[in-house]
């Protein structure tokens, strides 16, 4: 079945499924650090295929590593046990800096080895989608720019923000290109940073740039995931809806219902049980209530998908990752 077909034959279905975004809590179940798997291509195939056999998952989802990128262009990553990787410093203060930036190869930095992981699950995860995941263009500009600064660059220097742009959405490309080339069914697009701007910035910064790339890459077996978790998302459904996404992807820190009443019919919508205070502080009794009360409130919608706002922690209590799919056999319990 065509990726994007499918996930529409699960959100129109009876019975629900869910499909959060679900890799890191992996290292608990192989008793390895947070370090040690986003430096290793095997690690990170094993990760995808514990969370198959341990979920129900619609899905496998690699890990929303977001310094990856930027780390490929320069950027300095920082890595601890624990906790997943970030970028310190910045690339690009001037435009002398932005024309000077270079784009990298597909497989400079952890890129290559995140390749390799798709294709060495695809061996593993044989019962469903793998999908990969990658940055979008607006945030990985900011990495390279500082997440703060760029928000004055917009305003001031809009032309050295283009210029960053342009080379993040050509490496962005080609990078979803080698996903796809080793089997991945899709891409997780995210874009978080631009969940703090304006529907008429995020037209210029942001959506014109991950439209090209899903012009690009996405095929009718190869579906291309964007993911906002910003909560000013409500505002620029318009622009979105335009990008042409077979599927986006919700933070919490939106009301899913009020997305829902806002989207067009044929936008299919996903999310968004919150995965830090719920997935990670919650517990197992609060996240089915959660579960339960928004299956309730969106679970009839032909273009709704149940999943985490966003990418759930490492330190999630699986626990909690299993009264969430509990709470979803309850509802099916229910209704179907």
Known sequence: MKTSEYLWSLAGAKEKRA??????????????????????????????ATVA??????????????????????????????????????CVETQEDAEALRVPEVGAGRTGLCVEAIRLAKQLVTDRPVLAGAIGPY????????????????????ETVHLVLE?????????????????ADGVVIA??????????????????YVK????AVQTDSFAVFYHNCGNTVPGMLQQLHAIGAAAYHFGNSVDMRDIL??????????????????????????????????LGACGAEKNFLLSSGCDIPP????????AFFDAIDAFNAQTV
């Open 19 to 48: 499909l959060p975004i679900l890799s890191f809590p992996a290292t608990q179940r192989m008793g390895v650090h947070v370090r040690e798997l986003v430096e290793s291509a095997s690690l990170q195939a094993e990760a995808m």
């Open 191 to 208: 874009e978080p940073l631009a969940g703090v701007l304006s529907p008429e910035m995020s037209e210029e910064f942001s959506c014109r």
């Open 261 to 294: 009443n806002r989207a067009p019919k044929d936008m299919l919508c996903m999310g968004n049980i919150d995965p830090a205070g719920q997935f990670a502080a919650g517990t197992p009794e609060s996240i089915r209530d959660r579960t339960l009360a928004l």
């Open 212 to 215: 090209r790339i899903v012009d």
């Open 315 to 322: 330190h999630a209590k699986w626990e909690n990752i299993r």
């Open 53 to 90: 056999r341990e979920t129900p998952t619609a899905a496998c989802v690699s890990l929303m590593d977001l310094s990856v990128e930027a780390q490929a262009f320069g950027a300095t990553a920082c890595f601890s046990d624990n906790e997943v990787p970030t970028i310190t410093g910045k």
């Open 139 to 158: 945030s990985l500009a900011g990495r390279l720019c500082d997440v703060t600064e760029i928000m004055y660059l917009c305003y001031d220097e809009p």
């Open 167 to 183: 080379k993040a959405t050509t490496f962005i490309t080609n990078y979803c290109l080698a996903f796809r080339a080793a089997g």
